[in-house]
């Protein structure tokens, strides 16, 4: 039995806040971009309470 290969690397992308794939790298060696609307971003972080408790002292 051929040993199972475990890559722990691999599909890189973006996603927004929603979850929703804004780009995403093909298999191999490659980069990708997006581009970001931050005032979307804040506006969606506004709604999320979580939000709320981050440390900023740590980030």
């Known amino acids: 039995m051929e040993p199972t290969v475990n890559h722990p690397f691999g599909r890189s992308m973006v996603i927004n806040p929603w979850g929703l794939v804004i780009s995403q790298a093909p298999d191999g060696v490659s ?13 969606i972080w506004r709604k999320f309470r979580a939000h709320n408790h981050i440390r900023r002292d740590l980030f």
């Open 31 to 43: 980069t990708i971009t997006a581009e970001l609307d931050l005032e979307t971003i804040r506006r």
